[in-house]
């Protein structure tokens, strides 16, 4: 008798492991939600540049939240809709996150803006474009990231991008413009910005700040805010 209890306690016990897991496996995946022929909706597509924590098991057996993005490096709080200050408002889909250096203690900020207008993507260039130059220094500037982690054999070792380098006493960074991304047969498009809080020798931060850039989606045919150039 004592057998058969603990038998169905135990076959008890996995069922409920595996609804566990199937819930959070829906719940990791509500951000990319598939609608239609497998495309992600806006929702999913405003943090789609955003590097995001990792979720792994501990000794329990609970799932638990890995916010180590790439060595000192971690996620600091949660990933937020909205743009942030001192950035003006360019999309309704926008989110952006901040990072910490746990050893030095620097600050680092992703903002991701989503567009699925090509008109839409020109205007909020033309008016970003405006702000960063009355309140910083806008310059473009090459990027060289190592070999991405999901790339093909036959991918290149290194991938130059070129991009738009803003030097401010609040932020310091560099701004990249995706076009069309997942599929040339959807219109998507994306603004990012990969910088460092306060003033700051930007030099000092680009390895971070490309490290942050690995841990994003692609950012191969990235190209310079087309208004700043």
């Known amino acids: 008798m004592g057998f058969l209890e603990n038998d169905r306690t135990g076959r008890a016990a996995l069922v409920l492991l595996l609804i566990t897991v199937g819930a959070l496996g829906a719940l990791l995946l509500s951000d990319h939600l598939m609608i239609g022929p497998g495309h992600p909706p806006p929702g999913a597509l405003q943090q789609w540049y955003i590097p995001r924590p990792g979720y792994e098991y501990a000794e329990n057996g609970s799932v638990v939240v890995n916010r180590t993005i790439e060595g000192d490096i971690v996620l600091s709080g949660d990933i937020e809709e909205g743009y ?12 952006h996150a901040v990072y910490l250096d746990t050893g030095s203690g620097d600050r680092y900020l992703v903002v991701n803006w989503y567009f699925d207008d090509d008109a839409d993507l020109a205007r909020a260039e033309g008016n970003l474009c405006s702000y ?7 310059a473009s500037a090459g990027l060289i990231l190592p070999g991405e982690p999901d790339r093909s054999p036959d991918a290149p070792i290194v991938s130059p991008i070129t991009v738009t380098k803003y030097e401010s006493e609040t932020s310091s960074g560099y701004f990249a413009v995706v076009e069309k991304p997942l599929s040339p047969e959807h219109d998507d498009y994306f603004i990012v910005y990969y910088g460092v809080f306060g ?20 950012l191969r045919n990235a190209r310079p805010l087309a208004s700043c150039t």
């Open 199 to 218: 003033p700051a020798v930007l030099p000092d931060h680009t390895a971070a700040l490309e490290e942050l850039m690995l841990r994003s989606y692609s």
């Open 84 to 95: 942030p200050p001192p950035f003006p408002d360019l999309s309704p889909y926008c989110s």
């Open 132 to 138: 960063l130059r009355s309140s910083g220094n806008v």
